[in-house]
């Protein structure tokens, strides 16, 4: 198809797929090895050498493709070669006849050792006014900076071999880069250190074609997004763009690409190839996408604006990555066994392009990327446009025929009309299911059916798709895809109270209930959503126990039901089913003592980073300058704001907030009127006892509960009057009544009888073990070294990571660095080190006298949110507390503390649906609350693809 941009017409690829056949003799098949050399190019020309092993025939054939997969265009590739050339086993040229412009005939085949030629690029002639010229992403491109190698334009196939294995040799200068979907199996450098061999090996020819490359002045960028390794290569001549840039843009469509395909088992790794054209009148100007098997070629304008360009590209892009669907999974025998020469075509291009093309705009509004509205006018458009076309013509009758005058011209009309297709039978199958299936269910059924290595037949696919469906579905097929019956999108639209009204697709006024609850499954915007957990065990954290082989039903976002597996009965039909075989179902954890540090930082961020953790309610301790977490906190209860539940304090409140009896009136008021949930004292030395008192009084007046650091200069009891107490840390400078800072109170019967007053008061106590512990490490040479190391930084803004894992840190200013400006008494680390052992020994001691305990980690510095509460459980763990207490302190306790115990804190018939799913057994070790394969957040599902998406969205934000 001709893609020029405009209009853009994207040129998608339809792969050859087909088992590597070995009739019988594994292994032993002659080898192909050809010769690419980027260091020989004269005149803009690459030399290329086949050795094809030994021939027994009198004469064979060797070709360069006619037509190529998906392009449904001649493109006669064997024209770009000159001074083709046959050589025996001692060097003399034997005869080579053209027969035509991409086939060779050699005589006398038992004596021919190799054929050489030279390679023009296919770029070259975009700019003559030569017939079938190849659209850019299909072509060649040979320059001193950049090579395009789609291969099927440098190396060819021998008749009698196409399905032989191929060794590929590229010999490169030393400084060129390289991508490609291909991993090259070795790599050598020459004597000169100036050149580099690449060699890779392929099954067939179809393996080597499917792969194309780019090698020179190229930026490439590798991520991973779900299971599937990605890699972006990108060349920008003005260096306008960078595979970087290109990346963070692309991330959130991938992402929600890979989510939308659910447990799809497509590639495991996937290669983006984008060209950028400056322009120049030598430059290429065929700008579109060919789509192969893993892997896309994207060649696009550089001068356009950014806006324009990425919307066009990644919309491009969309569509391509959805081939990993169909035909990569599902095809027939025209495609499975493709012939470059005399191709015959399939007759379903409405399921390779159309579903396709429907799927990459559901997509979007499926994982609100986009609107409703946006969605109903990509439909609607296409709608509009399909009839420039024939809207009375077979499509598995254009598709045979595709290449033919009467034919061709419809092509474009596979990405309108096929959609709409696609989208009447999504609808069809969603209502004759009552929502329980769609049209991606039944692709992955038929991938399930067939497979890459298992074509169909091309006459009994609407057959098999009419038995694994509904009657319905074979209709519509027979009148619309293989008859030529126009359709009517108003009858199926109508289903979902849709109508289509001047132009555009439109909601009906007051659609009928069963119509708007279709729509809704339709879109993903099912305000009833139910959902089960098979055969999960269930930690419900209400005793220590686990409940083995478990259905958990969820109902708009509460547990209705908890059964053994297998006997839960529902009229209601569930829409979103979860495995839970061999994993562990717990409460969501609780993050009891979370900051806000970094304004530059949108703390939205922050949330996706407790989420990916488990962590399902937040405390947020303090509201610095220039923030509003009453604002925040009513976002987010309004479904405005992805976060866990939310609990916050007002400003964290220091001596100079509460000088007088009358500050302590007016900071309490002020906390009423702005509706926190408790008041934090952050000041531990400096506040008046009859202030501090005051405040108490009035706060009790009106219901807010006071926490926060204890009051070192008064007797403990009165620190015990506050709801809670932050820092373990804390009772150090309680019961430190020296100016001795190295001083701690070790004796074990005077702590004992603390603990015992601390059990009595019923106050709630929050350890943070880990903030504590983070300061060892910043001043421990090993530590620090390693904490560089760990991978977290990543998580955090740039410059804050720079700053703590540098020198400049205060602490290591002021304890490595320098001198010790504190004058602590002792060896720094040696000091901190001794604080840290105590609060560990004191925090088993309040345990084993059965204080409360809140989780939390004070997030702060290299203390990351989300993954240091994990490290907060195994410091925990490190004191003597069971996994069992430790969880505890995460679910039950902070339920009971936040007075939520009706919904929260246990997985029990009647609570909120916030839940973690393990892959291991916390029970056994505390650490296993890291293996998460997802997250329920108020009966919303965030499984392990959509968490490590979430991960990479905070990573490319910090830059």
Known sequence: ???????????????????????????????????????????????????????????????????????????????????????????????????????????????????????NDTFDIERSDAPNVPLSPSGTNIEPNNYILNLHGFVGYFDSLKNNPYELDITTPVEFKNTSALQHATKELSADGKKTT????????????????????????????????????????????????????LL????AQVTYLGNFK??????????????????????????????????????????????????????????????????????????????????????????TEYFSKLFKVDQHLVSEEDFYGKMAYKIKDSKRFNDALSFTTMS???????????????????????????????????????????????????????????????????????????????????????????????????????GSIKSVEDPEPSKLHLRNVW????????????????????????????????????????????????????????????????????????????????????????????????????????????????????????????YTTGPYLQADKLQTIEDAVKVVQQHKDRGCDFIKIGDGREIDKEVYLKLLEEAQKVKIPVIGHAQHNLPLEYSLRMKSIEHVEEFIYIFNTSEDFKYLNNDLDFLNATAKQIQDSGIYVAPTLVIFEMITQYLDEEKFTELKANGLAKYLPKKDATYWLSDENHYRANFVVGTDKI????????????????????????????????????????????????????FLQEAGLTPYEILRSSTIVPARYLNVMASEGTISVGKNANLVLLDKNPLEDIINTKSIEGVMLKGTWFGRNKLDAMLLEVEMSND
């Open 523 to 646: 879109l993903n915007k099912d305000s009833r959503k139910i959902t089960l957990i098979e055969n999960v065990h269930v930690i419900p954290m209400n005793e220590e126990i686990v409940l083995e082989h478990q259905d958990v039903l969820i109902e708009n976002g509460k547990i209705v039901d908890i059964h053994a597996t297998d006997t839960i009965t529902s009229k209601v039909p569930i829409d979103f089913r979860i495995d839970g075989t061999d994993k562990y179902l717990i409460p969501g954890l609780s993050e009891m003592h979370y900051h806000w540090r970094n304004n530059d930082r949108n703390i939205a961020t922050d949330f996706k980073l407790l989420i990916a953790n488990g962590i399902t309610t937040a405390r947020n301790m303090g509201e610095y300058e220039g923030q509003d977490h009453i604002a925040i906190r009513d976002k987010i209860n309004k479904g405005q704001l992805i976060a866990p539940n939310y």
């Open 198 to 249: 690449l060699k890779y090996i392929a099954p067939r020819y179809f393996d080597l074609t499917d792969n194309p490359m780019m090698f020179g002045d190229v930026e490439i960028e590798k991520f991973k997004v779900g299971n599937i390794d990605f890699e972006l290569g990108v060349y920008s001549p003005n260096k306008m763009y960078s595979a970087y840039k290109i990346k963070k843009s």
């Open 266 to 355: 497509g590639a495991k790794n996937y290669s983006i190839i984008v060209y950028l054209s400056d322009g120049k009148e030598e430059s290429p100007k065929g700008f579109g996408g060919l789509e192969h098997n893993t892997s896309t070629v994207i060649v696009m304008p550089e001068y356009w604006e950014e806006t324009k360009l990425y919307n066009i590209m990644f919309d491009m892009m969309a569509h391509e990555f959805f081939h990993i669907v169909t035909p990569m999974t599902i095809h027939s025998e025209d495609i499975h066994y493709f012939d470059y020469d005399t191709p015959t075509f399939s007759k379903h291009l409405w399921l390779y392009e159309g579903v």
């Open 252 to 255: 959130q469509m991938l992402n």
């Open 1 to 119: 198809m001709k893609n020029v941009i405009p209009p853009v017409f994207a040129l998608f690829i339809i792969w050859v797929l087909g088992t590597f056949r070995v009739n019988g003799q594994e292994n032993v098949e002659p080898k192909i090895v050809a010769s690419i050399d980027l260091t020989m190019v004269v005149n803009d020309k690459v030399p290329v050498t086949v050795n094809p092993d030994k021939f027994d025939a009198d004469l064979v054939t060797y070709r360069l493709p006619k037509v190529i997969q998906g392009t449904y265009a001649i493109g006669d590739y064997g024209r770009f070669i000159e001074e083709f050339k046959a050589f025996d086993y001692d060097g003399n040229e034997l005869l080579a006849l053209q027969k035509d412009a991409n086939s060779w005939e050699i005589p006398n085949a038992q004596d021919l050792d190799k054929i050489e030629y030279w390679v």
């Open 400 to 502: 045979e025929n595709i290449l033919t005058d009467k034919f061709k011209v419809n092509y474009p009309n596979v990405y309108r009309k096929g959609a709409l297709m696609a989208m009447c039978l999504d609808i069809l199958i969603r209502e004759e299911s009552h929502g329980k299936r769609s049209l991606l269910s039944l692709i992955k059924e038929l991938s399930e059916k067939y497979g890459k290595n298992n074509p169909f037949m091309d006459d009994e696919l609407i057959e098999d798709i009419t038995k694994m469906t509904y009657p319905s579905i074979g209709l519509f097929m027979q009148k619309h895809v293989v008859g030529s019956q126009p359709i009517n999108y108003q009858d199926y639209l109508d289903k979902v109270g849709l109508i289509i009204q001047d």
């Open 823 to 874: 004058d602590l008494g002792m060896k720094p680390l040696d000091f901190f080190n001794s604080y840290f052992k105590w609060m560990k020994t004191f925090t088993k001691i309040l345990s084993d006298y059965e204080v409360p305990m809140l989780s939390g980690s004070d997030t702060f510095g290299m203390v990351v949110p989300g993954f240091s509460l994990h490290k907060e459980f195994e």
